[in-house]
Structure formats: structure tokens, C-alpha cells
């Protein structure tokens, strides 16, 4: 079946650092992808998406590249900022209305 | 107002008690999602809405009952529910299925749901 895979938070990082959170999926044809981002108390944000093999999406210094041989969408950002602390989440979209979520990664960033 | 907006922020609620969640959506979309985020699991898909007509229903208990009066809005019942079902319930739409090339999802900040 359909799945995201996330690597395990939390992921703990200062100020200026690089930043990688790796996602990985299981499915059939070429689904959309997506990096959603999750404040303290708020609901979901897009971050990002991608629909097709090599596509990058890129937003507010955040980019993934849709890697369809290793089945991979893994989240970067050269360097971070404290405002960037959340819970990061992969999803593919597969099929009719399926939005399919990884567990999510909470990234902490201190100054 | 723009976007997708949720009524109550936060819920708290006895096990005999009946209360009811709001979404509203102010997109312009035709589909209506609930998702349930509990502590520690991934996110839940628990009922999906297109065009007012519900077209998913993921074997939630029948202690949830959605209610979808128009493509605006989206209403989840809630009724002896269990301390389980504390969570924060997170309403979502879309201007079209979202299996099509790049639609996505725009939810809603949620509601916190405790249940006593």
C-alpha cells in the first residue's frame, strides 16, 4: 500500500545550521508530494510540493527534489532560524482525496 | 475572512455530553476533510466531502457523525465520546480530489478536544 516514511525526531540544531529531514515513500505510479509545516498551536501549512520525478519545490529557503529512483523527498534548508522550530510533515497524495501523512519530525532550533 | 476557520479552538467535554465542531471554508473548494492528530501517531483521515457528498468514511466509531449542509461548511457531532478521542481534530479542504496533479490541502488551526 500507500506510505511515508519520516526519519525520527526530534531533531535538535543551532541557529545557521544546515538542515536535512529525510522522507521516503511506497507507491504505485508517480504521486504528488508534499512538506507541510505545523507551528505550536496551529493547524497545517504547505510548505512545499512536488508532481512529477525531479521537480524541486522550494519555499522560504526550504527545498525538496522528488527523487522517483530512490523514492525519496527529503527536506533542506541551508541555514535555519529559531522561527523555523515546528513539526515538519511529508505527504503524498495518491488516488481519490487520499492525503497520505509520515509521522512528522519535530525540529527544535536554538540560538 | 480567508482560509479555512474552526470553531472552537478548545473543547473540553464529558463522556455523556453532545457538542459539535465548525469548519468553514472560505476557498472557493468542493472537498471537505476531518483528520484526527493524536499525541505520537500520524495524522488520521476520518471522513472526506466532495460536493457536499460523502465519499469516505474510514471506520470511524459511530460516535462521530460529520455533516456537510453545504460546500462551505462541515460540521463533526460528537456524543459519548472516550477519553481516547482527546486529540486535536483538524479540518481541511481542497479545490479538487485531491489524487489530481498538486491539488493540496488547506486545513484549519483545529480544535482541542479533551473529553473527561
Not at chain 1, 70 to 91: I, R
Not at chain 2, 1 to 25: A, W
Not at chain 2, 57 to 86: G, I
Request: aromatic share 12%; net charge neutral; proline share 4%.
Amino acid at each position: 500500500g500507500n506510505s511515508v516514511t519520516q526519519m525520527e525526531g526530534p531533531v535538535t540544531l543551532s541557529e545557521e545550521a544546515f538542515l536535512t529531514i529525510n522522507c521516503t515513500y511506497t507507491a504505485t505510479g508517480y504521486p504528488s508530494l508534499f512538506w507541510y509545516v505545523q507551528y505550536p498551536g496551529e493547524g497545517l501549512q504547505l510548505l512545499l510540493k512536488a508532481t512529477k520525478a525531479d521537480d524541486k519545490g522550494s519555499n522560504k529557503g526550504f527545498e525538496a527534489t522528488y527523487r522517483k529512483e530512490t523514492t525519496s523527498f527529503h527536506l533542506e534548508k541551508g541555514s535555519v532560524q529559531v522561527s523555523d522550530s515546528a513539526v515538519y510533515f511529508c505527504a503524498l497524495a495518491r488516488g481519490y482525496n487520499k492525503l497520505i501523512f509520515g509521522a512528522g519530525t519535530r525540529l527544535a532550533v536554538h540560538p | 475572512e480567508t482560509g479555512v476557520t474552526q470553531t472552537p479552538r478548545h473543547l473540553v467535554m464529558g463522556m455523556t455530553n453532545k457538542k459539535s465542531l465548525k469548519c468553514e471554508q472560505h476557498l472557493g473548494h468542493n472537498a471537505m476533510y476531518w483528520y484526527k492528530q493524536s499525541a505520537k501517531k500520524p495524522l488520521e483521515l476520518m471522513f472526506v466531502y466532495s460536493l457536499e457528498e460523502r465519499v469516505e468514511n474510514n471506520s470511524v466509531p459511530s460516535r462521530f457523525s460529520p455533516e456537510c449542509p453545504n460546500s462551505s461548511h462541515l460540521f463533526l457531532h460528537l456524543h459519548t465520546l472516550q477519553p481516547e478521542d482527546s486529540a486535536l481534530y483538524l479540518c481541511a479542504s481542497s479545490q479538487t480530489f485531491l489524487g489530481r496533479k498538486g491539488t493540496e490541502a488547506f486545513f484549519g488551526q483545529g480544535t482541542r478536544l479533551t473529553v473527561v
